[in-house]
Nanobody, 111 residues
Framework: VQLVESGGGLVQPGGSLKLSCAASGFTFSKSVMNWYRQGPGKERELVASISRLGTITNYADSVRGRFTISRDNTKNTVYLQMNSLKPEDTAVYYC?????WGQGTQITVSS
């Protein structure tokens, strides 16, 4: 199983980024997919989840209305569109399913 995140980087407050997670080694279309994050000195937290067909999504209160999770089962990829970014969104973002985690991608929101 491999989960490979991309799209991280440095962005100014109010900016946007889109993360991607390319999955392989398992049946992607049958798997609920999650994005987690861990900020400096903080515990890892669940940011967003998406159902197998993408019809059901859930968000942490801290990101609801700003972040959008989506998936493309033809490309075995899950996305996280992040808008109106705030400094408190600074964290390593991880793609996750079942017992598997990606390596993480750093998002830094700073002017």
């Amino acid at each position: 199983v491999q989960l490979v995140e991309s799209g991280g980087g440095l962005v100014q407050p109010g900016g946007s980024l889109k993360l991607s997670c390319a999955a392989s080694g398992f049946t992607f279309s049958k798997s609920v997919m999650n994005w987690y994050r861990q900020g400096p000195g903080k515990e890892r937290e669940l940011v967003a989840s998406i159902s197998r067909l993408g019809t059901i999504t859930n968000y942490a209160d801290s990101v609801r209305g700003r972040f959008t999770i989506s998936r493309d089962n033809t490309k075995n990829t899950v996305y996280l569109q992040m808008n109106s970014l705030k400094p408190e969104d600074t964290a390593v973002y991880y793609c996750q399913t079942s017992d598997y985690w990606g390596q993480g991608t750093q998002i830094t929101v700073s002017s």
